[in-house]
DNA sequence: GTCTATAGCCCGATAGAC
DNA sequence: GTCTATCGGGCTATAGAC
């Protein structure tokens, strides 16, 4: 039994946690130190231990939460055959997201505009995102989906689920997204079936 | 004839657009006065004589911006008869907008989330947005959308096009979105179409 | 009205005790 | 490893000459 001193691990999940909900309300540069240290409990040289600055912190908090939305997507497409499962599935996802933890879904959306990150943001690059532009590739080539650029119709698909979830997000939208789910999923289909 | 010093609506506009420019190239807390003064040539003084603080001034150019996009939507919509024209007048001018003044496009889509304006932003009661809404419940009033809430309809078409300029922003989309344009306003209009 | 120079503030990061 | 106290720096905004 470890009685002396609390889990730095457990430290580092409270700031985590901590920066994270400040940084989604207020934005990065709003946000200082000291309020970090004051809202988790966790002190200015502690941080620093885990951390190497602040930058890093925010950057910590990005991969996690990437991380975090890949994995669960690529477990939910295990077991999907058809192109339009395998989308509905991501939509529901994000869906998901939004209403159990919009925090996260806020940070994955608005936290990438070069913030914190200093170098162009490589968004086409991360895997969600390359794995829905492999879906609907492989949607055009069985011919479950319409004939053109697969990048334009990856775009399309995703431009109605993402932009909903954003109007969610800030409110524009008052019902929960498992309402408008269905119809949602049905109009980003629409978009781009055959 | 004005022959002495320069008039102070020039120097305004120099700021205007050395600012502009910075907050879109490196964030709005990036940016520092002393590095607009450089850039535009105009003194902190002076700034400070058309602009309260750093806060308005960014606050002045994001309603200018949003000004120009909705004059030129309104003055595209005189002659539109069906919805079908409307909506393709609205995705046209994101789309040229993107091409010929990419800064304008990128500041209305990516300075709006919290960086300098603090209450939480009312982008739903934004001109062009309840413009496009009014557009889709008539279109759907007169048959020539689905049946549905009109608001989702509302954010399936824009979603399609925004995220479309998005990503044309960020670079992946290499095409210029003119050469896209017809599939994405199809996949758009098929997303709600009847 | 416009300039330069600078006051005053707060922040991120560190040093040094424990 | 963790704390508190503090430093140096850079920022916004202003004061005062012109």
Redesign the pocket.
């Known amino acids: 039994m470890k009685k002396r001193?609390?889990d730095?691990e457990q430290?580092m999940v409270w700031v985590v946690s901590s920066a994270r909900s400040l940084f989604v309300a207020r934005g990065y540069h709003n946000?200082?130190?000291?309020q970090i240290v004051k809202e988790s409990g966790?002190?200015?040289?502690?941080i620093?231990?885990y951390f190497a600055?602040?930058?890093e912190l925010a950057r910590y908090i990005h991969e996690q939460t990437l991380l975090d939305f890949q994995e669960r997507f690529e477990a939910r497409l295990d077991g999907c055959m058809s192109t339009f499962e395998k989308l509905r599935v991501f939509a529901e996802l994000v869906f998901e997201i939004v209403e159990t933890d919009p925090e996260q879904m806020e940070y994955m959306m608005f936290m990438k505009h070069g913030e914190f990150l200093l170098e162009a943001y490589p968004i086409c690059s991360t895997r969600p995102f390359r794995k829905i532009q492999a879906i609907v590739a492989e949607g055009i080539e069985k011919g479950e989906l319409r004939q053109g650029d697969y990048l334009l119709s990856a775009v399309s698909y995703t431009g109605v689920i993402l932009r909903a979830a954003e109007l969610r997000l800030q409110g524009v939208l008052q019902e929960p997204l498992a309402k408008s789910a269905d119809e949602l999923i049905a109009n980003a289909w629409a978009a781009i079936k055959v």
Chains 1, 2 share one sequence.
Not at 31 to 34: D, E, T
């Open positions: 001193t609390i730095p430290k946000v200082s130190i000291p966790v002190s200015t040289g502690a620093y231990s600055n602040k930058a």
